[in-house]
Structure formats: structure tokens, C-alpha cells
């Protein structure tokens, strides 16, 4: 098993930048791709973006391409997305994700693991 904790959201205003951070925990020494996805009020959950156990692959979001960024840091656990350029349109439930695999998915139903989201609110 392996549990996930998000932290990092707030409300910001347009234009401006946060940092989520996901802690993993417990089963970690697999190696597992980690994903961000987020959920808006009356819309289907979205992929935002993933990133391998190595680092060296990762994807992004057509829609927040050249925005938003994801890295990780395996000492740590942790796996962050930095927002920068923020829109009222990404106001939304992020998701942290783990995937017991080698690829990233840009399907929720791929992963594993959830964690229980943070709230990011941009105001315009």
C-alpha cells in the first residue's frame, strides 16, 4: 500500500503561482509513476500531469503546457507541481496519483493510489 498526501493549495490570484507537494508513504520502494489530476465542480476528473520513477519522462496537459511543471524528489518521497501563470480555469480538487508501473497514463483508472486532493482556488 501506499498513501498519499497533498498540500500546497490556497487561493491565488490570476496570474499568480503555487507549488502542490504529494508525500508518499509506506510501500515506496517500487518503482511507480506519479500523477496529478485535477477535478473542477460538475466536471470529470483530468489528467494535468505524470512523471516516471526516473524523472527523465514526463507529460503534461495540452492545457497547461508551458505552465505547470512536475518534478520529483525520490529521497524525499515527494512529487510537486509547480503552477505558475494560474487561471481562473484551473480552479479546482487536485489529485495526487501513484501507478505501479513504468509509463504515465493519462487514464485516472491507471493508477493505483490516491491521495485526498487539495483545493486550488484562483480568483480573477
Known amino acids: 500500500q501506499v498513501q498519499l498526501v497533498e498540500s ?3 487561493l491565488v490570484q490570476a496570474g499568480g503561482s ?3 507537494s504529494c508525500a508518499a508513504s509506506g510501500r ?3 518503482p511507480y509513476v506519479m500523477g496529478w489530476f485535477r477535478q473542477a465542480p ?3 476528473r483530468e489528467f494535468v500531469a505524470g512523471i ?3 524523472g527523465v519522462s514526463s ?3 495540452d492545457s497547461v ?3 505547470f511543471t512536475i518534478s520529483r524528489d525520490n529521497a524525499k518521497n515527494t512529487v510537486y507541481l509547480q503552477m505558475n501563470s ?3 480555469e484551473d480552479t479546482a480538487v487536485y489529485y495526487c496519483a501513484a501507478d505501479v508501473g513504468i509509463v504515465v497514463h493519462s487514464r485516472a483508472r491507471e493508477y493505483d493510489y490516491w491521495g485526498q486532493g487539495t483545493q486550488v482556488t484562483v480568483s480573477s
Open 52 to 54: 516516471t520513477w526516473s
Open 18 to 20: 503555487l507549488r502542490l
Open 8 to 10: 500546497g493549495g490556497g
Open 28 to 30: 515506496t520502494v517500487s
Open 59 to 61: 507529460n503534461v496537459a
Open 86 to 88: 494560474l487561471k481562473p
Open 65 to 67: 503546457k508551458g505552465r
Open 42 to 44: 460538475g466536471k470529470e
